[in-house]
């Protein structure tokens, strides 16, 4: 539950949003001291130099030093523990949907 308003997850994620998130996990695992331990889900505004701007759901880890101050956000989904750090306003974004993985889309949000 977001901490910063009480908002439930209200989403899931695909077996493609599953695998790319743990393999970004192992990735930071791998090349740092990060515990990449748990899953931040936001909306995220993008400014790329050169492209257009965007939103769309921006993911990270929380490292494990950080979990006793996410405790009572933490939720399960998809056998993933998520922290969902979302606004009021951009919550409707993601009711119902799956937030899915491509290579050419990165995270997106799709109907189910």
Known sequence: MSILNGLPVNFIFSEDAVREIERMRALLKAGSASSADVLSVGWGFFKPKGFPDFEAPALGFYGDADRESLAGGIEIV??????????????SKFAGKVLDFSAERMFFLREP
């Open 78 to 91: 998809s056998g993933i523990e998520v922290f969902f750090f979302i606004l009021k306003e951009h919550h």
